[in-house]
């Protein structure tokens, strides 16, 4: 199975930055596609951003494009979310997820990480 390990999270102040990774092991990742979600206190669960492992398509939250950018690094099948002016209402616990569905929506990823923080005071 594919194991997902988040880092990276903290607090910061509005209009700084934060860089979350997650770690992948477990299985061949060619046909995966690592996803970014966050879930704020008593809020739904919802889509940040995701990259398509073996191509590195991206794709983003309407509300978070030119602010963050996806990355991966093949080589330490690790995946990244560099995190640029960042806002209160960045705030949530952020997770990483992978599906091998090429998934858009949380049900549609089978694996997911324990979740990091990340606070934005302003």
């Known amino acids: 199975q594919v194991q997902l390990v988040e880092s990276g999270g903290g607090l910061v102040q509005a209009g700084g930055s934060l860089s979350l990774s997650c770690a992948v092991s477990g299985r061949t990742l060619s046909r995966y596609r690592l996803g970014w979600f966050r879930q704020a206190p008593g809020k739904e669960r919802e889509f940040v951003a995701a990259?398509?492992?073996?191509?590195?398509?991206?794709y983003y939250l309407y509300s978070v494009k030119g602010r963050f950018t996806m990355s991966r690094d093949n080589a330490k099948t690790t995946a990244y979310l560099q995190m640029n002016s960042l806002k209160p209402e960045d705030t949530a616990v952020y997770y990483c997820?992978?599906?091998?569905?090429?998934?858009?929506?949380?049900?549609?990823?089978?694996?997911w990480g324990q979740g990091t923080q990340v606070t934005v005071s302003s």
């Open positions: 997820a992978a599906s091998d569905l090429l998934g858009r929506v949380p049900t549609e990823y089978q694996y």
């Open positions: 990259i398509d492992w073996s191509g590195g398509n991206t």
